[in-house]
């Protein structure tokens, strides 16, 4: 069993809401497999996955083929820059 690198709390393999950051926008993608620390939460996703989801933010949009079913973005910076 694996420990976090931060906390020495358990990490496990879950299927989480990965909020990933690209540029100004953040995206989020649901069924993400990563791992996750049961103290602090602590993320840590494997080098494909993460490279999928550099891919997923580059292009803005999650395709066809995607391992990941299900993928929205918002634009968190318009949402503050917008409001009056
Ligand atoms: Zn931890």
Known sequence: MDKCEFCEGVIKLRRVLARF????YTIYIKNVPACVCNKCGELYYDA?????LEKIAQQGESSKDDIFPT?????????NKNVQ
Not at 21 to 24: D, K, L, P, S
Not at 48 to 52: A, D, F, M, T, V
């Open 71 to 79: 993928c929205s973005i918002k634009d968190g910076s318009s949402l």
């Open 48 to 52: 494909p996955i993460y490279k999928r």
């Open 21 to 24: 950051r690209y540029n100004e």
